[in-house]
């Protein structure tokens, strides 16, 4: 057992840290979450609500938010039509998670590490309001596409980024990455 153990250490040590990263920080955000109590939204969420809408203005777009009162979420009106709503696990924290777990599993020089986090959660915030905002717009005109966009193309759209930015983390900024790539 102890010859697996030298043999695989290095996976092990990933790993170990992947999962305690992962689970003080969802651990974290759960508490978080549980200060706003029950059928209360969280201000994250509501940010993501808000920078959607401003994302809309821009574009002068007919768009609004409109909280529910009763429950935790927000209604999107595009046009006058209610296309969806924002909920808590629509503000990306859950995947900026496993970004941060991931780059710190394979974390590098502290500076780095944190830069690229800062920089990738940045960046994957972004990518989640201009997400909401181009599958609000998609629903209003394909209604019926629905469960596609919602289910399978933007979550691939999302966690490919993620992939990307984990493959860019690993190859050119961790303990790991090679330093003869040209």
Same mark, same amino acid.
């Given at each position: 057992?102890?010859?697996?153990?030298?043999?695989?250490?290095?996976?092990?040590?990933?790993?170990?840290?992947?999962?305690? *990263?992962?689970?003080?920080?969802?651990? +974290?955000?759960?508490?978080? #979450?549980?200060? @706003? %109590?029950?059928?209360? $939204?969280?201000?994250?969420?509501?940010?993501?609500?808000?920078?959607?809408?401003?994302?809309?203005?821009?574009?002068?777009?007919?768009?609004?938010?409109?909280?529910?009162?009763?429950?935790?979420?927000?209604?999107?009106?595009?046009?006058?039509?209610?296309?969806?709503?924002?909920?808590?696990?629509?503000?990306?924290?859950?995947?900026?998670?496993?970004?941060?777990?991931? *780059?710190?599993?394979?974390?590098?020089? +502290?500076?780095?590490?944190? #830069?690229?986090? @800062? %920089?990738?959660?940045? $960046?994957?915030?972004?990518?989640?309001?201009?997400?909401?905002?181009?599958?609000?717009?998609?629903?209003?005109?394909?209604?019926?596409?629905?469960?596609?966009?919602?289910?399978?193309?933007?979550?691939?759209?999302?966690?490919?980024?993620?992939?990307?930015?984990?493959?860019?983390?690993?190859?050119?900024?961790?303990?790991?990455?090679?330093?003869?790539?040209?």
């Amino acid at each position: 057992m102890k010859k697996y153990f030298i043999l695989y250490k290095l996976f092990l040590l990933f790993l170990g840290t992947f999962f305690l *990263v992962y689970i003080v920080l969802t651990v +974290l955000y759960q508490a978080y #979450l549980n200060s @706003f %109590g029950e059928n209360k $939204l969280d201000i994250i969420t509501r940010m993501v609500a808000e920078n959607t809408n401003q994302l809309f203005q821009l574009f002068d777009a007919n768009f609004r938010i409109e909280e529910n009162e009763s429950q935790s979420f927000i209604k999107l009106i595009y046009d006058q039509k209610y296309v969806g709503r924002i909920v808590e696990g629509c503000n990306a924290i859950s995947v900026i998670i496993l970004f941060i777990s991931f *780059v710190v599993a394979f974390s590098g020089k +502290l500076k780095a590490t944190l #830069l690229f986090i @800062f %920089g990738g959660s940045l $960046l994957i915030y972004v990518l989640n309001i201009l997400r909401i905002a181009v599958l609000s717009a998609l629903i209003f005109y394909f209604p019926k596409q629905e469960p596609f966009l919602h289910g399978v193309l933007f979550p691939l759209y999302i966690y490919g980024v993620v992939f990307i930015l984990w493959l860019i983390w690993v190859r050119k900024f961790s303990r790991y990455a090679s330093k003869d790539i040209k």
